[in-house]
């Protein structure tokens, strides 16, 4: 019954997010959805909430609060519901728990990775002081402990050794249920960006930017974002001259965040479609719509994947594992072969005279050869910024220039850090906002979650969990190699995604 209405009401949201970003429906409509769904998230179990809340990321939409103040996205409200209503019933015993893991600590809590997080937020903290604009730096943090709210939520959920016929959100069980559904977002964003490349036979560059820069993005994300991406730029087009190729990005902001959302959904897809020609079929299509992102850090991580892979595989034969989970891990990593073939058919599709523009038939060799090519304008202008964060990291080593105020550092106005302004590398953009301990303990962070995603894998004994963490092991660091040259994982919808499988990873290794 509960999960009947669980589906019902996201069919519900399906629709009307539907009418309301093509403008079927007022923008107004969204207050009326928000209300709706805190209702539900405030009546229904947590683990329903959860559920609900992640087949919804792609969905949720800014609330158009005032003309001024349109841009609060309702996905902030929702999980802050989840989390107290889990908290809530933690409190009477929060005493005799705190007293417990005082009386159990030893130095390897220090070493755990719940610990550094909160030296993470700490050093945030602290990074206020030097912060010139410290409002920018408090929302930064705010805007991050949303997420933590979440992880915290799914972490204890998928920790918990109880199961009974009357909780279905009992640990592993939990964990099942929750991939399984992470499915149906990169369903509906691969969809789209199919629907997206398919219009740009029909229409020219400006009606595509009606459609979508001032109107179906204005509607997703509010005024202020709806005006940088037309007015101050985007990414949503490969430029060669006259000739141009659209770059996917579905219903995300920009062309960058949306293929690390479809790689991070990948291993739910791997987990739960068993058949191999609906595996192999599933896998191409999503394969083919993060090629057509057009993002070439994604094409280039590729390579460090496969190295990585290989690593793994060589690890796993010193250290004598089973031998069905090590071909359990070459199979999964053998699927990585369809990513590679899949440029033969966006190769046609990008020289195709997309926008009623004919072009030639090598757009698609030249920005793969632009890839290393230093001259080039993108890899030239990363340089230069990469060159100037590492002289203010230099100059600003232990708190940065403040959380949110990267721009800062290339000496432009505080609010362009929306329009994009970063140090087009993840761990460079930590170091130079927050200091290098920041920087030392976020990647020594991203260590230890590795190494335990590999217990976890060559210790299960569920094939369905067992290739999850498999496809964990190749596609969570595909993403993390990309960030070596963007910083889109912070995107809303992209982070949110990126905390399911790390909370899922940290939860199962509690047990």
Known sequence: MRNNFLNWLFAVEVVLFGLIITGVLPRETALYLGAALVIYFLTVPVEDSIIFFVRS?????AMPLTDSFDNFNVWRILVVIIFLKWLWPQIPNYKSQITNKLQTSNYKQFLKPSFLLIVLLFLAAL?????????????RIIYFMNFAFLGIVIYHKVADPVKSQSDHGAGKEFAKRLIKNSIVPVVIVAAVGYVQIISTYFIDIYQFMRVWGEGIQCRQF??????????????????????????????FPDSHSFPQFVLLGIPAVLMVVQKKWLRISALSLLFLIIILSGTRGIWAASIGVILLAFAIMVWARKTKVEPETKSLFKRVTTYLIIFFIAFSVAFPIFSSPQFLIG?????????????????ETSNAQRIEIWKKTLLSIKERPLLGVGIGNYPVVLGQDIRLAKAGSSAHNLYLHIAAEMGILAGIIFIWFLWLLFKRNYEIFVQENSKQLGTYFAAMLIFVPWVLIYSLTD??????RALLFMIIPISIILGIAKK
């Open 487 to 492: 910083v889109a994982i912070f995107d809303e």
């Open 359 to 375: 072009k030639s038939d090598d757009i698609l060799k030249a920005r793969l050869r632009s890839i290393i090519d230093f001259g």
């Open 127 to 139: 990074s206020i002081i030097p912060a010139p604009d410290k409002v920018a730096a408090i929302k």
């Open 57 to 61: 990321i792609p969905l949720f939409l």
């Open 222 to 251: 509010g005024e202020q974002w709806c005006n940088i991406a037309v007015q101050l730029g985007n990414t949503w087009f490969a430029y060669y001259g006259e000739q141009l190729s659209l770059r996917v990005f579905s219903l």
